[in-house]
Nanobody, 122 residues
Framework: VQLQASGGGLVQAGGSLRLSCAAS????????MAWFRQAPGKEREFVGA????????YYADSAKGRFTASRDNAKNSVYLEMNNLKPEDTAVYYC????????????????WGQGTQVTVSS
């Protein structure tokens, strides 16, 4: 599976962005898709994930109520809608694919996109 993330950019605090991740391969719907982020000098951290069917989602506490993951299996794509962005959300955002639902550990995901930069100004 190859992943390509896009949609990052510069936004003011309180603003919104929608990240997209396009996947190759015919088994996209069998993967749990997750979003992670990594700020300079910090470890990569889990943001949110969505099950293969798109029915179930779970989020980091920092994302709950502000971020929403969705997917369109017909388009082999997953999305992260981010609202009420804060300066502390500034990071490179990565999409990842894994076969196990419910994990927040980066090493549980086998495939990674290249990342897209999100910068939130105060």
């Amino acid at each position: 599976v190859q992943l390509q993330a896009s949609g990052g950019g510069l936004v003011q605090a309180g603003g919104s962005l929608r990240l997209s991740c396009a996947a190759s391969g015919r088994t996209f719907s069998s993967y749990t898709m997750a979003w992670f982020r990594q700020a300079p000098g910090k470890e990569r951290e889990f943001v949110g994930a969505i099950s293969g069917s798109g029915i179930m989602t779970y989020y980091a506490d920092s994302a709950k109520g502000r971020f929403t993951a969705s997917r369109d299996n017909a388009k082999n794509s997953v999305y992260l809608e981010m609202n009420n962005l804060k300066p502390e959300d500034t990071a490179v955002y990565y999409c990842a694919a894994g076969s196990r639902y419910g994990t927040k550990r980066p090493n549980s995901y086998s495939y990674w996109g290249q990342g897209t930069q999100v910068t939130v100004s105060s």
